[in-house]
T-cell receptor, first 112, second 111 residues
Framework: DGGITQSPKYLFRKEGQNVTLSCEQN?????MYWYRQDPGQGLRLIYY???????QKGDIAEGYSVSREKKESFPLTVTSAQKNPTAFYLC???????????FGPGTRLLVL | KQEVTQIPAALSVPEGENLVLNCSFT??????LQWFRQDPGKGLTSLLL?????REQTSGRLNASLDKSSGRSTLYIAASQPGDSATYLC??????????FGTGTRLTIIP
């Protein structure tokens, strides 16, 4: 069954802590994306990757980091430098950039 | 910079009615436009993708139109059902890689 998965569903972060959100796809897609969704603000792009071992900053990359060591995986780390991390995080993939994007179920990050 | 607007932010419609959702964008040099559906607390589901060379795209009770010259797209839902209740978002490419999303219209179908 092809698809895109995210884990965990809920994540709690303590002050000063780095946390990593997982995103895996078995669609054989080259491009992967991370978005942040806040109420009333729509989706904002954090990072994207068009190919393994390469990624670009989106509109709100500060306080976040990513890696793309495997085609299937695109983990997002929320660092302690991100002062307002509470949000719903969505991962997506597409065959190539600009084509239909397929989304995972999301991870809700909360600060303790 | 591309800006995408969806008005109204929320819409309530009695079951069985036909309805239209609106999406407008500022830069008409797009090569496609996508409509997505999002249920509360869930990810996005792609509904329709219209290429710039097309004027309409249909899937079941859904019909999306695109008018690049006026910077508008509409999503028409026929014979609405309670299961259609969700937030609907449109998105256009920005450059070759990224999507710019509207803030969505939250649709409620009243049984």
């Amino acid at each position: 069954d092809g698809g895109i998965t995210q884990s965990p569903k809920y994540l709690f972060r303590k002050e000063g802590q780095n946390v990593t959100l997982s995103c895996e796809q078995n669609l054989n897609h080259d491009a992967m994306y991370w978005y942040r969704q806040d109420p009333g603000q729509g989706l904002r792009l954090i990072y994207y990757s068009q190919i393994v071992n390469d990624f670009q900053k989106g509109d709100i990359a500060e306080g976040y980091s990513v890696s793309r060591e495997k085609k299937e995986s695109f983990p997002l780390t929320v660092t302690s430098a991100q002062k307002n991390p509470t949000a719903f995080y969505l991962c997506a993939s597409s065959k190539v950039g600009g084509e239909t994007q397929y989304f995972g179920p999301g991870t809700r990050l909360l600060v303790l | 910079k591309q800006e995408v607007t969806q008005i109204p932010a929320a819409l309530s419609v009695p079951e069985g009615e036909n309805l239209v959702l609106n999406c407008s964008f500022t830069d008409s040099a797009i090569y496609n436009l996508q409509w997505f559906r999002q249920d509360p607390g869930k990810g996005l589901t792609s509904l329709l993708l219209i290429q710039s060379s097309q004027r309409e795209q249909t899937s079941g009770r859904l019909n999306a139109s695109l008018d690049k010259s006026s910077g508008r797209s509409t999503l028409y839902i026929a014979a609405s059902q309670p299961g259609d209740s969700a937030t609907y978002l449109c998105a256009v490419p920005f450059g070759n890689e990224k999507l710019t999303f509207g803030t969505g219209t939250r649709l409620t179908i009243i049984p």
